[in-house]
């Protein structure tokens, strides 16, 4: 019988679909969890929250299906009036706040760091740090692209307000997911 090697970390776990059913619920709620790690910038609309080390985590660790399935159902869940995003909001008035590009973003990067694991990235701290800045820089885009639309501010503005306050952290988190994950690999082979 011809067996195939699990592409992602869920696939590994036993009782894969289940596990991987539950695991998209968990991360959906440790993102909306991690929403409420809130630090507040000075003249700045969007903070910095424990979110996208979350959504990058459970694309890696879920591939791109279940994955960006995680994301939606974290949106959704907020959406419908659960304080999941950042300070404890809620509601589809959040998706025309400055923040609502990365909101957005998130699905997008739980995609782009799912297939880069499917792809193996996922085992190894240089390409998992590699995989997760791919996942920042895509949240990047789509968080400038909603400051943009949502505020009115230029380009330049933008992306001095959204992108250069968050690199340091967002190095730090593709930093831990960098050792996470090849760890959480390495525990699952010793099983």
């Known amino acids: 019988m011809l067996t195939v090697a699990p592409t992602v970390l869920a696939a590994r776990l036993p009782y894969a679909r289940v596990t991987t059913a539950l695991l998209v619920v968990a991360f959906a ?3 909306g969890l991690s929403a409420q790690w809130v630090i507040y910038l000075p003249g700045n609309p969007v903070p910095i929250t424990g979110q996208t080390l979350m959504v990058l985590l459970g694309g890696a660790t879920l591939g791109v299906r279940a994955g ?5 159902l974290y949106l959704a869940m907020g959406a419908a009036g659960l304080p ?4 404890g909001e809620s509601g589809l008035d959040t998706f025309t706040a400055p923040s609502a590009g990365y909101l957005v973003g998130f699905v997008a ?25 791919a996942g920042s820089a895509v ?9 943009v639309l949502t505020t009115g501010m230029d380009l330049t503005a933008a992306v001095s307000t959204g992108v250069y306050p968050f690199v340091i952290g967002d190095l730090i988190k593709a930093g831990a997911a960098g050792v996470l994950t090849p760890t959480a ?5 010793t099983r």
């Open 29 to 31: 709620v440790l993102t």
């Open 185 to 189: 690999w390495k525990l699952a082979k």
């Open 68 to 72: 960006v399935t995680s994301s939606v």
């Open 109 to 133: 990067a739980s995609a782009v760091v799912g297939r880069l694991a499917e792809r193996k990235a996922d085992r190894a701290f240089s390409t998992m740090l590699v995989a997760f800045l």
């Open 139 to 147: 949240i990047y885009v789509f968080g400038v692209a909603g400051l």
């Open 84 to 87: 999941f995003f950042a300070g």
